[in-house]
Nanobody, 122 residues
């Protein structure tokens, strides 16, 4: 029902910034909570940030608080992840996801994008 496509990844030096975008297909975007996950090389996929369907609540993993900002533009069917003060530890494939609820567990998210690579050099 929902297809997600991430973009905006790339290579950046430590301390730099990137803005990821996730474009959703269909006409039910506003019915879903949206989230960003990441999977560092050799590690498990982890929750990074999420936003409720009305954008009244945002939630971040502790390690990115104050550096990352999630936002959504429902008329454009797009969710963003603004990443500032990037660290080498942020290097990962970043995935956007859609689900009925904002949760940190990967199991309860219904739709996933293909991912976009973010590489932060020291």
């Amino acid at each position: 029902q929902v297809q997600l496509v991430e973009s905006g990844g790339g290579l950046v030096q430590a301390g730099g910034s990137l803005r990821l975008s996730c474009a959703a297909s269909g006409h039910t975007f506003s019915s879903y909570a949206m989230g960003w996950f990441r999977q560092p090389p050799g590690k498990e996929r982890e929750f990074v940030a999420g936003v409720t369907k009305s954008a009244n609540t945002m939630y971040y993993v502790q390690s990115v608080k104050g550096r990352f900002t999630i936002s959504r533009d429902n008329p454009k069917n797009t969710v963003y992840l603004q990443m500032n003060s990037l660290k080498p530890e942020d290097t990962a494939v970043y995935y956007c996801a859609a689900g009925l609820n904002l949760v940190t567990s990967t199991i309860l998210w219904d739709y996933w994008g293909q991912g976009t690579q973010v590489t932060v050099s020291s």
